[in-house]
């Protein structure tokens, strides 16, 4: 969804040529896979995006991202779906000794920059997953970004319901209420991972990226409340899948295929699966066709771009328009601190590098639908709920990173060739924050504790720590 598009109006013959090109692209991919077309390159690149706040000086949403991009004139920096947000871009690299080094270099010159220029407009920019001051009244369409793509999003997702949106999120102070637009998507910001993989072995990452979801969504939990609401300790995930809630083909809005979702199952002999899926099981949504050859694949990866799996393939193409595999894991909130956010980087990628050799050597790890079901509760009880793991046990999550995970991550980093020093470095970040109890979720929530429901002085407070450069765990509550 990150391409801009030139329409929002269509008919039934622009579904029908997207259709068919669709078809096509999808049935080349699988010959692209069966010829060995695809790139196989065992050599991984990572990259990210990260998704952030513009507030004013009442720590409110501030609409203002148009002008903040123009100050930054950056490939780097782009908008999001409403005006208060905007989103960074990584460069890709190649995993080795140097990556998270590179990486969190990167991310402070970028957040360094992007600060300056929404300073220079009056606003502060903060990295958090839900922003505690939000009001629905926040949500509606003047806030959108001027972009056809979103208003064409929000007109076929209305168009497919039928009716409003409608969102149920239990918690400490349940919350219940309809919305009449797509913008609550907005209310949700995330560090988003991908992970280029090679071809013949992508779905062991695939199926690896499920397992891991449970204890990363839980370690990274950082959206707490909702409208002033103590929700999940990662409330994106139950409003996210909420805020564009429809489902496959017969109108199955609320069926077991649905836009926003944990997935259907691991893939079994490749990536490829989830794209087959994607033709047979959800109706083209955004119908715009492109003035490209098949190869470009750009009907298939715009119809993958409005289907939201937790963790997405996506097909990429390299600078010789060699096509190549992704996997895109979305379940992180955008984390309180640069060093949270390499030590998440790290983490997950220890993790699925041990998990996915594991799996190759020894087959399914963990039946799929006890992975989802790990995937939920993580979410709803963050590191203290319990979850099922492998050899039948169900220990706490903290518990199972403190024993096991971290060590699994070494690991997975060290087969990645990352140097002892750098992976002790980044999986401590994580050690401590579990040993101490306080993720960003925990330390918004003992601040409302210990001074009251004023999520004004908790966003204040939120930013002031933010601007200190220290991780999460060494956060205090003055």
Not at 22 to 28: A, G
Not at 99 to 121: I, M, P
Not at 148 to 161: D, F, G, K, P
Request: with cysteine; aromatic share 8%; glycine share 6%.
């Amino acid at each position: 969804m990150g391409q801009e598009i030139n329409t929002t109006h269509f008919d039934a013959g622009d579904f029908a040529a997207f259709y068919e090109r669709l078809r096509e692209e999808t049935q080349l991919l699988g010959q692209a896979w069966t010829q060995g077309v695809l790139d196989d390159t065992p050599i991984l690149q990572t990259g990210a995006e990260l998704e952030l706040w513009l507030t004013d000086a009442a720590m409110r949403p501030a609409a203002r991202n148009d002008a903040v991009l123009r100050r930054l004139r950056h490939p780097d920096f782009g908008a999001e779906l409403a005006r208060y947000n905007i989103e960074i871009n990584t460069t890709p690299r190649a995993l080795d000794a140097e990556t998270f080094d590179a990486f969190s270099d990167e991310l402070r010159a970028l957040l360094r920059l992007a600060g300056e220029q929404a300073g220079a407009e009056g606003c502060h920019l903060l990295s958090i997953g839900i922003l505690p001051t939000l009001r629905q009244d926040d949500l509606q369409l003047d806030a959108m970004s001027p972009l056809n793509r979103y208003r064409a999003l929000n007109e076929q997702i209305l168009r497919e319901r039928g009716k409003p949106l409608h969102l149920t999120i239990t918690g400490h102070t349940p919350l219940h209420f309809e919305h009449p637009n797509v913008m609550l998507e907005s209310a949700a910001t995330s560090l988003q991972i991908h992970l280029q993989v090679p071809a013949r072995t992508a779905h062991y990452y695939y199926n690896a990226a499920l397992l891991v979801s449970a204890p990363l969504v839980a370690v990274s939990a950082n959206s707490p409340f909702l409208f002033e609401h103590a929700l999940w300790e990662e409330t994106r995930i139950p409003l996210f899948e909420q805020a564009v809630e429809v489902g496959g083909y017969q109108g199955a809005v609320a069926g077991p295929l649905r836009r926003v979702s944990f997935g259907t199952g691991y893939c079994r002999h490749s990536l490829l699966e989830c794209f087959e899926e994607n033709l047979a099981h959800f109706p083209v949504l955004l119908p715009i066709c492109a003035n490209q050859p098949p190869e470009c694949f750009s009907h298939l990866r715009l119809h993958n771009g409005v289907i939201w799996r937790w963790n997405r393939p996506l097909v990429g193409l390299d600078s010789a328009m060699r096509p190549h595999f992704r996997i895109e894991h979305r379940t992180l909130a955008a984390p309180p601190s640069i060093a949270d956010a390499v030590a998440n980087l790290a983490f997950y990628l220890g993790l699925v590098q041990q998990l996915q050799d594991q799996w190759q050597n020894d087959g399914e790890l963990l039946p799929f639908a006890v992975a989802k079901d790990n995937f939920y509760q993580a979410a709803r009880h963050g590191i203290d709920g319990p979850i099922h793991w492998l050899r039948d046990s169900k220990p706490r999550l903290s518990k199972l990173i403190l024993d096991e995970l971290l060590s699994r991550a070494t690991v997975g980093l060290a087969q990645l060739g990352i140097p002892r020093a750098v992976r002790d470095t980044h999986l401590a970040v994580i050690r401590e924050r579990v040993r101490r109890r306080q993720t960003g979720s925990h330390w918004q929530r003992a601040f409302i504790a210990r001074h009251g429901a004023d999520f004004r002085a908790l966003t204040e407070a939120y930013h002031a720590q933010q601007l200190s450069q220290q991780p999460v765990h060494q956060w205090s509550l003055n």
